[in-house]
């Protein structure tokens, strides 16, 4: 690094903002080299917290697609693709995501059906009670 | 920029490293149209956008939906197609995961209507039951007075085997158990009571003095028993729900030593019997 940066160690200014323009530019073009920790920490509980949330029963499909794309990240993160790794546990992530609230939507959806059941099943009920009367 | 000016003699280094980072920034340059996929997630947004109903219910999901479209709308170079069909991945999911959630929070939105309703349906019930039973209540008072009020007209007098009736001495001629058309009056009110009341029964008892042979005040007050049900079976009464029983002198009410009181113990009584039936109903002799 020293040897390569030498001659221009004399103008620290100007050298240290280009510096930073080609660091920028790298970083903005580049994806990071680490292991995608977060991300995959992050696609594992959902996918638990999905299947704790009843997915298999209500979003089986988007579940399995979390749990796959899930198995890719490992994958990639074991070839040491990083970048592919962190893409698949973004995946994984936002498809775990979706197996949640597909799940949400339809407990939430069995449950207006159960209570207009409830509901029509009272006034039946009071109906025929009345008629007996 | 002062520094390239004051630093002239270096700036050959500068513009070598400008170049470099002008490099590398066309590596990250435009290719010439959206990635492949963008656009269906942009139609799946529109629809989203466009769903009356669902886009109130989930407005920053959708917000967050329109940033992850239109970083997967910037055209890629073909060479970065995996990043491409991963930005385009995440969008269509955040649009999806959009409509769900808009879907859950329309459906808990019903949901407090649905309670309402169901709640209605609750009150409309329990008004329904409370009517009912204010009803009974009072259909209950009601007969209660009726009842009372027609026992009072029979004269019965509350005993311990129940409200009894007493038909006095003066409704039979002497040794006779004919009934004086006079009895009539008093019979046809309890008569017209059994047909009110159809599950009340009566247990009819003949009594004596004890002028005579027990045996005869036996048979008398059987006969005069008799006479009273013949009279209320007469009158469209089951025979069933009529006991008769001839007690003779057994109970007397009054002493017989004074012929006031010889008369007070020629009697019929009749002792209604509300349901459930505590007293026997056989005949009893």
Known sequence: MHRIFKPLLIAPMATSVIIAAIFATLVGCASAPEPPTASLAKAASTIDDAERAGARQYAGADLDEAKARFAQAEGALESEKMTEAGQF????????????????????????????????????????????? | ?????????????????????????????TGPASPEGSLEAREKLTALQNDSELAGHARSEIREAEQAVQLAEKPLPASDGTLASHRVYMADHKVEIARAKATTR??????????????????RARTREADKAHADAARARSSEAEMKKRLDDLEAKPTERGMVVTLGDVLFDTGSSDLRDSAGKNLDKLASFLGQYPDHRLLIEGHTDNVGSSDYNQRLSLMRAESVKQYLTGKGIRSQRLSVSGMGMQNPI???????????????????EPPPYVSSTTTRM
């Open chain 1, 89 to 133: 546990a973004e995946q994984a992530g936002v498809a775990a995501d979706l197996a949640m609230a597909r799940t949400e939507a339809a407990k939430a959806s069995e449950i207006n059906r159960q209570l207009h059941q409830d509901a029509d099943a009272l006034d039946t009920e009071m109906k025929r009670k009345g008629d007996q009367r």
């Open chain 2, 1 to 29: 920029m002062n520094n390239f000016t004051e630093h002239q003699r270096f700036f050959g280094g500068s513009f070598a490293a400008l170049i470099a980072s002008l490099l590398l920034l066309s590596a990250c340059a």
């Open chain 2, 106 to 123: 329309l459906a808990e939105a019903q949901r407090a209507t649905l309670d309402e309703q169901r709640g209605d349906a609750r009150l």
């Open chain 2, 254 to 272: 009054a002493a017989n030593s004074t012929a006031a009181g010889r008369q007070q113990n020629r009697r019929v009584e009749i002792v209604i």
